[in-house]
Structure formats: C-alpha cells, structure tokens
C-alpha cells in the first residue's frame, strides 16, 4: 500500500504544528521547511482545517494552530480522512470487472491486511510520533534558529 502525498503533507503539516506548540506558523514556512508546493500545501491545510484538525487564523498576525492536542489525533483516523480511495485492487470497487472475483479469496485477505494496517494506525497520535523526537525535530526543521526577516 502507498499513501498519497496529500496524507503524507498532511502528516507533515500535523507534525509541524505539534512541535511548534503555541507558536503560529504559516503554510510558506511549512512549505519552505519541508521543501514542499506551497499551492498543494493550501489545499492540505484547508482540509485539515475543515476536519477540525487544525486553526487558521487570517490577518496580520495569523497563522495556522493546532486545534487540537497531539494526543487525540489518532493516526488511522487521519488516513482514513485523507485518503480518497483505500481500494487495493479492483475488485474492492464498484467497477469491478475482473472475471475470476467470484472464485478468487484475495479481496478478502487484502481487506484483512487492510483493516490490520489501519489497526495499528489506531494504536498511535500525533504525540507518539513526538515523543522523545522533538528535540532533533525542532533541529531538522531549523525552529531552534530565528525566523528569517
């Protein structure tokens, strides 16, 4: 399985604003940082935004804001958000047209090993991604050094 880049932004942009706290941040400086589309980041955080995951605060002082704490973000939760179709193989759609479906036992092993990916997602936040990283975190994204003017 391969989750899209708009679940890995996602990830990054959750993470972003977990390690900076209560300090706003900006889609340009996430963009920057990660080396990512500013124009795909705005659709990214508007989703998060309107799934309640995070604040935008427009104006002078805006900025974007975790709404939420780190450790009720749960991880399957957010793929299963973010991810517009989990179909492994064609016959988990409604356009199946694969002949062998009525005799074939891989949609249902792959639905298993679906359900158990997603499982474990359940078992972890955005905290735990945290965790004892923050530190290097805050180093890799260069958030230890002041905002360049």
Known sequence: MHLTRFTDYSLRVL?????KGEERSTITEIAE???ISRNHLMKVVQDLSHHGYITSIRGKNGGLLLRREPESIVLGELVRRTERDLSLVECFGDDNECVITPAC?????????LEAFLAVLDDYTLEDLLGPRRQPLIRLLQLDEPPAA
């Open 33 to 35: 940082r990660f080396d």
């Open 15 to 19: 993470l972003f604003l977990a390690v």
């Open 105 to 113: 036992r891989l949609k249902h092993i792959l639905m298993e090993a």
